[in-house]
């Protein structure tokens, strides 16, 4: 089973998750204040808790405060409280310097399988994959860390003469027929918006 770290940052106002499909779920310092908006019952909380108003509160249910400085940002130190795949929620539209971070994490540690944040949900496709979505469906593609080549078929400007990077990015690509497939030679992330991700049909495929 995944775990759910919930981060600082812009994150939905509502979200339809499971709480019982996640073995653990962990906040990091104002993650706490985002997981009881979504009324998300943490099992541990991380950081130096500096950015949370709910402090004290976090102190009281026996959560202990890491020193304020440290070598990581406390998402990093959720991320590394356990092991295996985990999705994320937070994270969006807050300072630049946080998210190069995060996404510097991400690189080094692992990308989470989806990312839900206010604006924007990003998830990572690993294996060949086909996607379900309307004709005309606003999608981006990027990688986090190399050079990946994609096969795609279903989109409006195909990725196969279009290597992904950090630096190189299929922004705001569409799709051309109801169905994608992408089959690429790394973990390749895809962002969409999150109306638009509750209606996606995301499913592995045969090689």
Not at 78 to 89: E, F, K, N, Q, T
Not at 144 to 150: E, I, Q, R, W
Not at 184 to 206: K, N, Y
Request: hydrophobic share 40%; charged share 25%.
């Amino acid at each position: 089973m995944k775990r759910l770290i919930i981060v600082g940052g812009k994150a939905p106002d509502k979200l339809d998750i499971d709480r019982n499909s996640y073995s653990a779920v962990i906040a990091a310092d104002s993650g706490y204040d985002t997981a009881r908006k979504l009324g998300i019952e943490i099992d541990s909380a991380v950081g130096d808790f500096d950015s949370t108003s709910l402090r004290n509160e976090l102190i009281g249910k026996g959560f202990v405060p890491c020193s304020h400085d440290k070598d990581c940002s406390d998402t990093e130190l959720a991320v590394r409280s356990g092991s295996g795949d985990y999705d994320l929620i937070g994270g969006g539209e807050g300072r630049i310097d946080h998210t190069l971070e995060l996404l510097s994490m991400m690189q080094r540690l692992g990308a989470p399988a989806v990312w839900y944040m206010a604006s924007d949900t990003v998830f990572r496709i690993d294996a060949a994959t086909e996607i379900s979505a309307p004709a005309g469906t606003d999608i981006s593609f990027f990688a986090l860390s190399g050079t990946v080549h994609a096969h795609t078929e279903g989109l409006v400007w195909e990725l196969d003469e279009f290597p992904l990077s950090s630096t190189a990015v299929s922004l705001s690509n569409r799709t051309d027929t109801g169905h994608i497939l992408i089959d690429a030679d790394g973990i390749v992330m895809a962002r969409v918006s999150p109306d638009v991700f509750r209606e996606l049909q995301i499913r592995p495929v045969a090689r």
